[in-house]
């Protein structure tokens, strides 16, 4: 069962998900070359609930936020995600899909013509607009993270998993040390990361599911 991730930044929300879930993984990324293009293949126990959930998709899954949300639902005793059909479910819909948008879209543009692309392709005059255009909408990120800690239900779920991801994208390319919100909330983040990677408490059939990442 293969899940590809097509953004070759420095961490992975997919692994994040599978961290979240207290799923337990081994990430082989340092024994491969680097390339562009990430690919996850999970190897599932046969005797495992997630396997059986699993067991008739036949195409891949591709893009991180349906791998991370995917994960969360099958993990159903974590809770790391809002149910569906719930009000809680359509924020977690709306903030993942303005992150996308009005985010890392921009964050994206940045790097494509700043690396990605070979040098005769790039258009860097786009970054200064790309800037412009992510701070707008960190602005509202950073207005709803000064009355909440979390974006759904005030509580640490998969939504927090993906736009954490490309808040501190962001924060790499310092462009949220203006946003008190903002560098609180990943303060959080980065805490809990600490508290999890402490946490062996993985047993049973979560212990059983191994993710291995393949750089190409």
């Not at 999970?42 to 609930?49: D, G």
């Not at 940045?110 to 992510?134: G, H, W, Y």
């Not at 909440?148 to 040390?177: C, H, P, Q, S």
């Amino acid at each position: 069962y293969w899940l590809q991730h097509r953004h070759c930044h420095p961490d992975n929300p997919g692994a994040l998900s599978l961290d979240g879930n207290r799923l337990a993984y081994s990430d082989v990324r340092d024994k491969l070359s680097h390339s562009c293009s990430l690919i996850a293949a999970i190897f599932f126990n046969p005797t495992t609930q997630l396997s059986k959930a699993s067991s008739s998709v036949i195409a891949p899954l591709f893009e991180s936020s349906a791998i991370c949300d995917y994960i969360a639902d099958q993990a159903k005793e974590v809770n790391l995600i809002a149910k569906t059909g719930t009000w809680s479910r359509a924020l977690h819909n709306q903030w993942v899909l303005f992150n996308f948008t009005e985010l890392e879209a921009w964050l994206w543009s940045t790097a494509v013509n700043s690396f990605v692309l070979p040098e005769d392709e790039r258009i860097p005059d786009c970054i200064p607009q790309n800037e412009k255009m992510f701070k707008k909408g960190a602005s509202s990120i950073d207005q709803y993270l000064a009355n909440n800690d979390y974006f759904v239900e005030n509580r640490f779920t998969v939504t927090d998993i993906i736009i954490g991801y490309t808040l501190n994208w962001a924060r790499r390319m310092e462009l949220v040390k203006d946003y008190k919100s903002i560098n609180l909330y990943l303060e959080r983040l980065f805490l809990r990361n600490t508290v999890s990677y402490q946490d062996n408490s993985c047993q049973g059939d979560k212990a059983k599911v191994k993710i291995i990442f393949l750089l190409l």
